[in-house]
């Protein structure tokens, strides 16, 4: 005559109990996190290798370039100092070459730190921002 007293089972059969909302809410942010893991994990070693080639590119390039101004300056020198000669006497060719070239990459400096400093015309990680927000309003719905 007494009904059967109501299981855990029995009760997360159902398709709309509130433990079953929980439940499926924990999997869904725990699959999220083991797939923001993951990449991540796939991401730290694509920028550990791209960082160790890009040392080595930074570091040859700096190299190839100091030496192409020392050549340049080597090559130069001696057609400045004939230039300079009966004009400023007290100036030598190499330091007129090096002179030059410094004004050259102070110019070249100024304008990337320019555009270093400009914003971004669009903003960053838009897709990820509507996501989180396409993610929020669907656990404001399904609550």
């Known amino acids: 005559m007494d009904p059967a007293p109501a299981t855990d089972d029995s009760v997360s059969d159902q398709p709309h109990a509130p433990g079953t909302v929980s439940h499926t ?21 694509y920028t550990g290798k791209k960082v160790v080639h890009g040392i080595a590119l930074a570091l040859s390039a ?16 001696p057609i400045a100092d004939q230039w ?24 070249i400096a100024i304008a990337c ?12 990680f838009e897709l990820s921002r509507k996501e989180i ?4 309003l669907w656990l404001a719905k399904n609550k």
């Open 25 to 45: 809410l924990s999997g869904f942010i725990a699959a999220r996190l083991e797939l923001v893991s993951i990449e991540a994990k796939e991401a730290a070693s």
């Open 62 to 77: 700096f190299f190839l370039w100091s030496l192409l101004l020392a050549a340049t300056t080597g090559i130069l020198a």
């Open 84 to 107: 300079l000669q009966d004009k400023i006497g007290w100036l030598p060719g190499w330091a007129a070459v090096a002179l030059a070239l410094a004004i050259m990459h102070g110019i």
């Open 113 to 124: 730190y320019l555009k270093l400093t400009q914003q971004p015309t669009t903003p960053l």
């Open 133 to 136: 927000e396409n993610d929020k």
